[in-house]
């Protein structure tokens, strides 16, 4: 069976696999790291989303081998040691973008990349459309939009705390 | 899914050997398309070989009055390279409505034209920009590549390597997008370039398209209003729970002229 080499939130991990071992299952069952979900396993829904060299990927339609010697961060890589979450983290928490929290690791996850893409900032439109690949069903999304545009101003310099969410 | 070996080789060589030695091995690009297929159970290889480490795969060049796109560059690199926005903007901006960011990020070019989905969108465009479809062995027009549907002119073991653009002065792209699965209910790239005028249509039909009477009309007059007036027949074209033949045949008319409106 292959070995594959990952590096996922930077540690670097060898382990056996089958040739059609997907990669969110060696996230999962073998390194235990479970807030990544799996929704649809049809690339659907989003829940799995991971970033791979800083992209957004859904890992359940990724070959671990296909991620051999790749960089994989997980939703448990964002926060800093000491606890303290990452922006887009803290503006969901917030901005109450979030009602099972089923989807919130592969929306927090896509949500990153999003902003990383758009450098000069982005809009509502733009914010809604990025999310095209993750879905929910709970929130109706428009939380979840705002959580972003307030996580987007703090991660790209224009604020240095997330706004609070209206009263 | 089934189990296969795996393999990932260095050089298009090495791939070409592995899949000819091995006819029920398949290729995979950015596995958009292949991995749900395996699932599935649809496709049931001894081997997958991953193109993802020949690096000549990737390239994005000029070549005379050309852009020539390597078979692996991922949808998300069309839509936001900087040579392929300056020399074909509407190629860019297509594929920036492929799928979702995900898939952008892992699907390729090479991958998308030979898998030949009715619904995918390059093979329209590389039938309006009148495109080359480059092999490991060969060259081979877009309109003697796209042969029906899911089905193309490869050989078993041909690789696509690279797929050549003659840049046009002006092209135009529009869709409708399936409300749940976002693929192209029928979709239209128009073009105008040192080949002429060509109309590609995707979601349509069984397989992708030209649109002869509308390419005469644009030659003749290129303006939204001379494509208004060209109905498609809907005899041969798809007809679902989403669409009948009728529908999608006025929709190419539709998506003609915005495409054209597109374009400029």
């Known amino acids: 069976m292959p070995n594959v080499t990952l590096t996922v939130n930077g540690k670097t991990h060898a382990v056996e696999v089958e040739g059609r071992t997907l990669l969110v299952e060696v996230l999962r069952e073998k390194l235990r790291l479970t807030g990544t979900h799996v929704g649809c396993d049809t690339s659907q829904?989003?829940?799995?989303?991971?970033?791979?060299?800083?992209?957004?990927?859904?890992?359940?339609?990724?070959?671990?081998?296909?991620?051999?010697?790749?960089?994989?961060?997980?939703?448990?890589?964002?926060?800093?040691?000491?606890?303290?979450?990452?922006?887009?983290?803290?503006a969901f928490r917030e901005h109450h973008a979030?009602?099972?929290?089923?989807?919130?690791?592969?929306?927090v996850m896509s949500a990153i990349d999003l902003?990383?893409?758009?450098?000069?900032?982005?809009?509502?439109?733009?914010?809604?459309?990025?999310?095209?690949?993750?879905?929910?069903?709970?929130?109706?999304?428009?939380?979840?939009?705002?959580?972003?545009?307030?996580?987007?101003?703090?991660?790209?310099?224009?604020?240095?705390?997330?706004?609070?969410?209206?009263? | 899914?089934?189990?296969?070996?795996?393999?990932?080789?260095?050089?298009?060589?090495?791939?070409?050997?592995?899949?000819?030695?091995?006819?029920?091995?398949?290729?995979?690009s950015g596995g958009m398309t292949l991995l749900p297929a395996l699932k599935h159970r649809l496709n049931q290889p001894t081997a997958l070989v991953d193109l993802s480490g020949i690096a000549e795969l990737r390239d994005v060049r000029r070549e005379g009055d050309a852009l020539v796109i390597g078979a692996m560059v991922r949808h998300y690199e069309v839509a936001t390279d900087p040579q392929i926005m300056a020399a074909i903007p509407a190629l860019a901006r297509m594929a920036s409505t492929i799928g979702d960011t995900q898939v952008r990020n892992r699907g390729t070019i090479g991958g998308s034209i030979a898998n030949n989905d009715p619904a995918a969108d390059y093979p329209a465009a590389a039938l309006a920009l009148g495109a080359t479809i480059v092999t490991d062995r060969r060259s081979i027009p877009a309109d003697d590549f796209f042969l029906g549907m899911f089905t193309t002119a490869l050989e078993p073991g041909e690789l696509v390597t690279a797929i050549s653009f003659p840049i046009p002065e002006k092209a135009g792209y529009a869709k409708l997008r399936n409300p749940a699965s976002?693929?192209?209910?029928?979709?239209?790239?128009?073009?105008?370039?040192?080949?002429?005028?060509?109309?590609?249509?995707?979601?349509?039909?069984?397989?992708?398209?030209?649109?002869?009477e509308m390419e005469a009309a644009l030659a003749a007059n290129w303006s939204v209003e001379?494509?208004?007036?060209?109905?498609?027949?809907?005899?041969?074209?798809?007809?679902?729970?989403?669409?009948?033949?009728?529908?999608?045949?006025n929709l190419v008319t539709v998506m003609a002229k915005r495409a054209v409106a597109d374009a400029g």
């Open chain 1, 45 to 90: 829904c989003g829940a799995c989303v991971v970033h791979i060299g800083g992209d957004s990927v859904k890992s359940c339609t990724i070959l671990a081998v296909q991620a051999d010697g790749a960089e994989v961060t997980t939703i448990e890589g964002l926060a800093a040691a000491d606890g303290t979450l990452h922006p887009m983290q803290e």
């Open chain 1, 98 to 107: 979030l009602q099972c929290g089923f989807c919130t690791p592969g929306m």
């Open chain 1, 115 to 167: 902003v990383k893409k758009h450098p000069d900032g982005l809009s509502e439109q733009e914010i809604r459309e990025g999310l095209e690949g993750n879905i929910c069903r709970c929130t109706g999304y428009h939380n979840i939009v705002k959580a972003i545009a307030a996580a987007a101003d703090v991660m790209q310099g224009r604020a240095t705390e997330v706004a609070r969410a209206a009263e």
């Open chain 2, 1 to 28: 899914m089934y189990d296969f070996a795996y393999h990932k080789p260095s050089s298009i060589a090495d791939a070409v050997k592995l899949l000819t030695d091995d006819p029920d091995a398949k290729p995979v």
């Open chain 2, 182 to 212: 976002r693929y192209s209910m029928t979709g239209v790239f128009v073009a105008r370039g040192p080949k002429g005028v060509g109309v590609g249509v995707n979601g349509a039909g069984p397989c992708a398209f030209r649109q002869a």
């Open chain 2, 226 to 249: 001379a494509v208004a007036g060209v109905k498609q027949a809907p005899d041969d074209l798809n007809s679902d729970i989403h669409g009948s033949a009728e529908y999608r045949a």
